[in-house]
């Protein structure tokens, strides 16, 4: 004999189930919110609109950071790329494999294999300035900043421009750990014309800082955080741990 239930009953199990999975999104939004940590009032609008404030945030925040999850996806095919290169380079020790496979750990946050990858790379071959630049990345990620200088240094003299002015960037943040205030801020001045990019103005401001210049090193922290009114929403998101040290810099300078 079929089982049939009152309304008061059909009432309970859905408010059961609606209870249930409004608690669901909320905890996929309260878990995404605290590993992307984007504006601090999302977590305001999770917790007092419940299930409807945890969809409007996974519509406006969690699907589109869909696009940046994609990349994380990459990290498989890169570490089997890793492991046939290693195994190329018995038979092919070319420069143009020890390049690619620092690339790789580059990109894989292996800052010292990378570093071996283009000893070897730059042993075999010297003329293209790709290494040099990539090898003092992995040396000023390492804050291997006395090393790093020479390699920037090399590339910078071929090419200002080098990677969007990143590697200028990086060459005026060594400078500031290596004892050379005098070299840092005539070349931050000179990049911070041109470039916008984010790394650059946070490296500037932590050098102002550390100058005891806190005023301006306030002004160039908020003109790394004012980028967002402007940029795309991919890029934002993207950029987001820059955010987060500006506004973690600036509640640590004085006022």
Not at 12 to 38: T, V, Y
Not at 40 to 46: G, P, T
Not at 229 to 244: D, H, I, K, Q
Request: with cysteine; net charge positive; aromatic share 14%.
């Amino acid at each position: 004999m079929p089982v049939l239930y009152s309304v008061q009953e059909m009432g309970s199990l859905f408010f059961f189930f609606a209870s249930w999975w409004g608690f669901l999104l909320e905890a996929i939004a309260i878990i995404h919110f605290i590993r992307r940590r984007p504006d601090f009032y999302w977590l305001f609008v999770i917790i007092f609109l419940g299930w409807i404030g945890a969809v409007i945030y996974i519509l406006v925040e969690m699907v589109p950071d869909a696009g940046l999850a994609r990349q994380s996806f990459k990290v498989f095919p890169r570490r089997r790329r890793i492991r046939e290169l290693q195994s190329e380079i018995l038979d092919n020790p070319s420069a143009g494999n020890y390049e690619e496979l620092g690339d790789l750990n580059l990109e894989e946050g292996n800052y010292a294999q990378a570093r071996q990858c283009y000893n070897k790379a730059l042993s075999i071959r010297t003329d293209s300035p790709d290494p040099f630049y990539r090898r003092g990345v992995a040396a000023t990620l390492m804050g291997d900043f006395t090393a790093a200088v020479p390699d920037l240094e090399h590339v910078v003299t071929q090419d200002a421009q080098y990677d969007f002015y990143r590697a200028a960037g990086l060459l005026a943040h060594c400078y500031a750990h290596t004892c050379q205030p005098e070299k840092a801020e005539a070349l931050f001045q000179q990049v911070t014309r041109i470039s916008t990019m984010s790394e650059t103005y946070y490296n500037y401001a932590a050098f102002l800082a550390q100058q005891n210049r806190n005023a301006e090193a306030r002004e160039w922290a908020q003109k790394l955080l004012d980028k967002r009114r402007t940029m795309p929403g991919y890029l934002a998101r993207r950029e987001r741990p820059w955010f987060r040290k500006a506004n973690s810099m600036l509640r640590q300078l004085p006022a």
